[in-house]
């Protein structure tokens, strides 16, 4: 299994101004996913982050937007650049774990963004 | 592409009652199939798994049976409590390490 701990669980930002959000991994994995979870909607995977690579992003973000760092094989950040009240969101980093029959997920509890 | 449907909530219970949860997919080939909890303030947990056709997931009274011919993927369980309040989301994975996942349902178990 996998513990994840992400930080901050949440926070309330100006428009305007950026949130790194941290994710340590108590274990080396060779990818780490970001996703924003948007009230009543499916999560929706904005990049995955390998170690020594730049992150490769899903159709419709950017990495101006959404600068991500993976220095390590246990830790990423996923920064919210220039946010504006469409980013508030749930923004969750995960783990694909491998098991017997293929991977399984491992998740952080979250960070609840909110900017006014 | 994959994709997963599943029914909008919130569901809304009296403990001790029924549960169903729907969810349907369409997908290439044969995916696995997955039932996510999402406790109040909490990341996704792992509920149930199941990998090929006719298998049944369970866990903590939850089941949900892979059905091949109707693409679906309902969750179940047969006395809900309190402490089950939380949301669920149904996803898949083809072919693919990345989920793809329902929007989630919200249950809401009343004492």
């Known amino acids: 299994s996998a513990v994840i701990s992400q930080k901050p669980s949440r926070d309330i930002c100006q428009r305007g101004t950026s949130l790194t959000i941290q994710c340590q991994v108590d274990s080396q994995v060779t990818m780490m996913f970001w996703y924003r979870q948007q009230p009543g909607q499916s999560l929706t995977l904005i990049a995955t982050a390998n170690q020594g690579s730049e992150a490769t992003y899903e159709s419709g973000f950017v990495i101006d937007k959404f600068p991500i760092s993976r220095p390590n094989l246990t830790f990423s950040t996923l920064t919210v650049s220039n946010m504006s009240p469409e980013d508030s969101s749930i923004y969750l980093c995960?783990?694909?774990?491998?098991?017997?029959?293929?991977?399984?997920?491992?998740f952080g509890q979250g960070t609840r963004l909110t900017v006014v | 592409g994959n994709s997963v449907t599943q029914m909008e909530g919130p569901v809304t219970l009296s403990e001790e009652a029924f549960l169903t949860i729907n969810c349907t997919y369409t997908?290439?080939?044969?995916?696995?199939l997955f039932w996510y909890v999402q406790y109040p303030g909490e990341g996704l947990q792992l509920l149930l798994k199941a990998t090929k056709a006719d298998d049944k997931g369970s866990n903590k009274g939850f089941e949900a049976t892979y059905r091949k011919e109707t693409t679906s993927f309902h969750l179940e369980k047969g006395s809900v409590q309190v402490s089950d309040s939380a949301v669920y989301f149904c996803?898949?994975?083809?072919?693919?390490?990345?989920?793809?996942f329902g929007r989630g349902t919200s249950l809401i178990v009343h004492p």
């Open positions: 997908a290439t080939g044969y995916p696995s």
């Open positions: 996803a898949l994975k083809g072919g693919s390490y990345i989920p793809t």
């Open positions: 995960s783990v694909e774990i491998p098991r017997t029959e293929g991977t399984e997920a491992f």
